[in-house]
Nanobody, 120 residues
């Protein structure tokens, strides 16, 4: 079994910042790409940012220049530094990771989600 444990969500004012963390644990051979997605009320889940094992990153246009994704491969952890937050960033943020549990088994796993609320 593989678990993704997220932390770091909360309530912040516009212009503020938060840092999300997501640690993978369990029977893991290796972790491939990791990423963050978010889902606002009444909207579909959308990609926020991804990072490959070597460190190549992609971002949604809406967060470029404000959010930074990074990872610590030794800790099997991905981070999302979110700066200059706006009310439009309010959502449940989900961690995602491609995890190899055997030489022949690679699956995508999701965290349980962490709430980020940006409000005056």
């Amino acid at each position: 079994q593989v678990q993704l444990a997220e932390s770091g969500g909360g309530l912040v004012q516009p212009g503020g910042f938060l840092r999300l963390s997501c640690a993978a644990s369990g029977r893991i051979v290796s972790v491939g790409a990791m990423g963050w997605y978010r889902q606002a009320p009444g909207k579909q889940r959308e990609l926020v940012a991804t990072i490959t094992a070597p460190g190549t990153t992609t971002y949604a246009d809406s967060v470029k220049g404000r959010f930074t994704i990074s990872r610590d491969n030794a800790k099997k952890t991905v981070y999302l530094q979110m700066n200059n937050l706006s009310v439009e960033d309010t959502a449940v943020y989900y961690c995602n990771a491609d995890v190899r549990t055997t030489l022949f088994r690679l699956e995508a796993y999701w965290g349980q989600g962490t709430q980020v609320t940006v409000s005056p």
